[in-house]
């Protein structure tokens, strides 16, 4: 059973700071993307990345796959109030499933 | 910028009850998926869909459930006998190559009762 780890769980901290969170998993994956959900809505497609070692940047955001591609990571630079929300990986693990971490709670204090 | 649709929003249903789950996925998409996302827990993977056939389905995705795609535009989940631990967020996806990321609709909150 293919699994991915995020962590921190939750994360709070205040504007202007920087901040990472990583997605972990003992399974390769053929592509890996990065989803922000708002409460009572669906998750909205960050980013995709999909060869190992692949660094995709999106403004502030920076987005990692490892080289072995069984783990990412999401960095915020100058973390904003507006970047507060629910962050997921997903994995691509099979013909057409993607497998979705626990997410990461971010709340940006002003 | 072209959405995902899902209606009803919220469907509160009797234990037993049938319920059908509608999704509008976006018009050139050829992948079409559903999820669901019990209440604090990760989002699941239910099934995918692909030319007029299930590619791909998880274990939750028992007898209880089927889909469809009655016409061109429309994708349906449905549950046949619901139970109460079918209570979640369901949400349908699409993509048109099924590698670079779906878009997801803002789902369905399925309340059985």
């Known amino acids: 059973t293919q699994l991915l780890e995020q962590s921190p769980q939750f994360l709070s901290i205040q504007e202007g700071e920087n901040l990472t969170v990583y997605c972990n998993s003992s399974s390769v994956f053929s592509s890996l993307q990065w989803y922000r959900q708002e409460p009572g809505e669906g998750p909205v497609l960050l980013v995709t990345v999909v060869t190992g070692g692949e660094v995709k940047k999106l403004k502030r955001l920076t987005f990692q796959f490892g080289d072995a591609r069984k783990d990412s990571s999401l960095h915020i630079t100058a973390a904003q109030p507006g970047d507060t929300g629910l962050y997921l990986c997903?994995?691509?693990?099979?013909?057409?499933?993607?497998?979705f971490g626990q997410g990461t709670r971010l709340t940006i204090n002003p | 910028e072209p959405e995902v649709t899902q209606t009803p929003s919220h469907q509160v249903t009797q234990m037993g009850q049938e319920v059908i789950l509608r999704c509008v996925p976006i018009s050139n998409h050829l992948y079409f998926y559903w999820y669901r996302q019990i209440l604090g827990q990760k989002v699941e993977f239910l099934v995918s869909?692909?030319?007029?056939?299930?590619?791909?389905k998880s274990e939750i995705f028992d007898d209880q459930f089927s889909v469809e795609r009655p016409d061109g535009s429309n994708f349906t989940l449905k549950i046949r006998s619901t139970k109460l631990e079918d209570s979640a967020m369901y949400f349908c996806?699409?993509?048109?190559?099924?590698?670079?990321?779906?878009?997801f609709g803002s789902g369905t909150r399925l309340t059985v009762v």
């Open positions: 996806a699409s993509s048109d190559t099924g590698i670079f990321g779906y878009t």
């Open positions: 997903a994995g691509a693990g099979g013909a057409q499933k993607l497998v």
């Open positions: 869909f692909y030319n007029n056939e299930i590619s791909e």
